[in-house]
């Protein structure tokens, strides 16, 4: 007879995954679903008023959880990711917090829908509803924890700035985590995520979530091919994995692997998950309407939760009793947190205006208003008068010189991207088609200053990920003209990221744009203006000076501040001979919302900003001189906030006022003004208030039509005219 060897204990190995970690798994995946199952009874009873479900998808989450390190890494997650958060130390009180919409809710303070995630100290960035958005920003978030590691100083506090208030904590090596399903990747911001996160090797890592329906629209239609990562697998420097996503072993191998292939530094990675969704997009889908119930039912053997209870048995980790005891420990926890949640304080009305801005600083207070401190060149003779776009490059340098956080992209902002070629001085280098940014990646470096894909919304994604971070990015947008691919950053992200998140994040960036027309040739494209539509979001500070020395102060206080600036620089003011300036020294600041007053006068009010400014100025000397009408010019300077104190002391004391805009004149930016001076000054007019602006068509070539549409000096003249005479 054989003698029996004894066989040593099969060492089970899962992926390094140990049984206690197994169980653990199990136990967060049945929680979400079970917290998503409390929400649905709780969404029936009225007592919640959305509901959007992360069923499915709890295998490759609680996955991607344990591959990352929660407070470490970032999270830019979508609505399906309930069981990443849950996994890396969200509770089901908070998120259910969200759902009832409490106060002390960690993700918004029930601003936002439930499972729109967000936890500052679990490094989840406030996420949003619009599908993609969060791409761009990831990449940033990214890019920023490189650029600290590298400039390890720049992180470093100061106070009499937004750096007081944003602490910076970066380790190296971190990994950022973005995820959506298959059908966002339908999205433009998607692909040029990938763009830039491949040549530029950013630590991100996506996760494709791909359940195989966006709503109703299946992955066919929605995908040439049908599968997302045939069609991205030529992206350079990405670890690529397609993997059953119902399967939270191979899920956890395929995001280990790529997890470790981003934090040695070599690119970013890409897992595409396949799960399901047994439930509908959300409570207020029914998938019946399109989905079969032969496929519903074949979905359903896939469920990755049924599936990891199989395996623990199969694999002797937990027997029945085990799990049903678990499974009972999770049912009285979520219903013990939802009761808790259901009596939670609810946000005090009016408290909905708080965090609309930094509640830390305030630009339009006195702290940003200094003194110009003009050197003289030599004794007796005064110092040389330069541009505003001589003062705008003049002020970003010391800026950059103070503050190591800054940092500058753009398309054609560096000198030469080719470093070499500089460096072997075979060229002098371009810094923006205007130039506003010559000779700063030269002072500076190519990790400071550089060139950005052609790519609008690239650049203001990116931005907003590397502000939410630390970094003071200011960024240029070439053409006013062209900033539309940039608008879902721009309307839905950049001002909303403070108050959305209830105070958790903040995004202080500036975008600098060339705007405006009077070009002689400019035309349909390189001519608009349209501030209206930025003044009109709450959140974001718009700034539209219109000489040399209001550029340089208020730029400086742009990028001291702490909130989020639009900053508009006239094409055809660059190089005025109106408005220049000796440069104000390192320190100058112009407090936002402050007008200033151009020139005094008793019988009319003149408000007006930007290229307005010089033309107005013609007129209202033109109208002194022949009709003895002393006008007072106010150049707002600030369009959001704007200074009302001064309008209505002005229009108190002339009695008469005039709007001047460059922008059409319907539902331009002085309609607003010209609305409220009518509303609340009624009694202070003795003549409707009046407006001149462009014609309510577009800016033509042809020099003649161009002089015709936008308004001149001389329309301004005329529309004073009329007024005095009412
Ligand atoms: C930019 C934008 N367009 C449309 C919507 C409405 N919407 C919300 S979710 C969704 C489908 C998303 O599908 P997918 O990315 O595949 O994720 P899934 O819901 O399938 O997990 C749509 C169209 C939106 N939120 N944002």
Redesign the pocket.
């Given at each position: 007879m054989a003698t029996r060897t004894q066989s040593p204990p099969k060492v089970r190995n899962f992926e390094g995954l140990s049984a206690e970690q197994l169980i653990q798994a199990y136990r967060l995946m049945f929680m979400s679903r079970r917290v998503d199952d409390r929400e649905i009874l709780l969404k029936r009873q009225q007592k919640i008023f959305f509901q959007?479900s992360g069923a499915g998808?709890e295998a490759l989450l609680v996955a991607a959880g344990l591959a990352l390190k929660p407070g470490y890494d970032w999270f830019y997650p979508?609505?399906?990711d309930r069981a990443l958060c849950l996994t890396l130390g969200m509770t089901p009180y908070e998120q259910l917090l969200e759902a009832v919409g409490a106060a002390d809710d960690p993700n918004s303070g029930g601003r936002q829908m439930p499972s729109h995630w967000g936890h500052q100290k679990l490094n989840i960035v406030t996420q949003s509803?619009?599908?993609?958005?969060q791409y761009l920003q990831a990449v940033g978030c990214a890019e920023a924890g490189r650029y600290f590691a590298k400039h390890p100083e720049a992180a470093e506090k100061a106070t009499g700035d937004y750096r007081q208030f944003k602490d910076v904590i970066f380790h190296g090596d971190e990994v950022v985590y973005v995820s959506?399903?298959?059908?966002?990747?339908s999205?433009g911001e998607f692909w040029e995520s990938l763009n830039s996160a491949s040549n530029g090797k950013a630590p991100v890592l996506y996760l494709c979530?791909?359940?195989?329906?966006?709503?109703s629209?299946p992955?066919e239609v929605?995908t040439a091919g049908g599968n997302i990562s045939k069609l991205i697998s030529n992206f350079p420097n990405f670890f690529f994995a397609e993997v059953d996503g119902t399967d939270l072993v191979a899920c956890y191998a395929a995001l280990k692997k790529a997890v470790a292939h981003i934090r040695a530094g070599k690119g970013p990675a890409f897992v595409h998950g396949h799960v399901v969704?047994p439930y509908s997009?959300?409570l207020s889908d029914d998938e019946k309407a399109y989905r079969p119930d032969t496929e519903r039912q074949e979905e359903v053997k896939r469920d990755p939760i049924t599936k990891l209870q199989m395996f623990l048995i199969r694999e002797g980790i937990l027997d029945e009793e085990r799990i049903n005891q678990l499974e009972a420990e999770v049912e009285a926890e979520v219903q013990e947190a939802a009761e808790r949640a259901l009596h939670a304080k609810l946000p005090e009305p009016g408290s909905e205006t708080h965090f609309v801005y930094s509640p830390d600083l305030d630009p339009n207070s006195d702290a940003f208003h200094t003194q110009p401190q003009i050197p003289h060149a030599e004794p007796g003779k005064p110092a040389a008068e330069k541009t505003m776009a001589d003062l705008i490059n003049a002020t970003l340098r010391d800026e950059m010189k103070r503050d190591q956080r800054i940092v500058m992209f753009g398309e054609d902002i560096a000198d030469c991207s080719r470093q070499e070629y500089l460096d072997q001085k075979l060229i002098k280098g371009k810094g923006g088609v205007f130039k506003l940014t010559a000779g700063l990646q030269c002072d500076f470096g190519a990790d400071r200053v550089f060139n950005s894909p052609l790519a609008e919304a690239n650049i203001v994604g990116r931005a907003i990920g590397m502000a939410t971070r630390g970094l003071k990015p200011v960024v240029e947008i070439q053409f006013f003209d062209y900033i539309w691919t940039a608008m879902?950053q721009l309307r839905n992200e950049m001002p909303l990221i403070r108050w959305r998140s209830n105070n958790s994040f903040s995004c202080p960036a500036v975008v600098r744009i060339a705007i405006g027309g009077y070009l002689t040739g400019g035309a349909i494209y390189h001519s608009q203006c349209g501030e209206s539509i930025f003044t009109h979001i709450p959140g974001l500070r718009v700034v539209f000076p219109s000489n040399a020395l209001d550029a340089a102060g208020l730029l400086r206080t742009a990028i001291r501040c702490d909130d989020p600036v639009m900053f508009l620089e006239h094409k055809r003011l660059y190089r005025e001979t109106y408005g220049r300036s000796p440069y104000p020294g390192p320190d100058y600041m112009v407090p936002f919302g402050k007008a200033r007053t151009v020139q005094h006068g008793d019988d009319m009010t003149v408000i007006t900003y930007g290229a307005l400014v010089p033309r107005a100025l013609q007129a209202a000397q033109r109208i002194e001189h022949d009709h003895g009408v002393k006008v007072e010019m106010i150049d707002l300077r600030t369009l959001s906030p704007y200074d009302w104190d001064a309008i209505a002391a002005s229009v108190k004391k002339t009695n008469r006022v005039l709007v001047a805009y460059e922008d059409c004149l319907s539902w331009g930016y002085g309609a607003e003004i010209a609305a409220r001076i009518a509303d609340e000054l009624f009694d202070s007019l003795d003549a409707p208030v009046r407006r001149v602006a462009a014609k309510d068509t577009f800016v033509a070539y042809q020099p003649i039509l161009e002089d015709e549409i936008l308004p001149q000096a001389d329309d301004v003249y005329e529309a004073m005219v009329k007024l005095a005479e009412f």
């Open positions: 959007i998808h979508y609505y399906r509803s619009p599908t993609g958005t959506s399903g298959e059908g966002t990747t999205q979530e791909d359940n195989e329906y966006a709503i629209v992955v929605q969704r997009h959300s879902m």
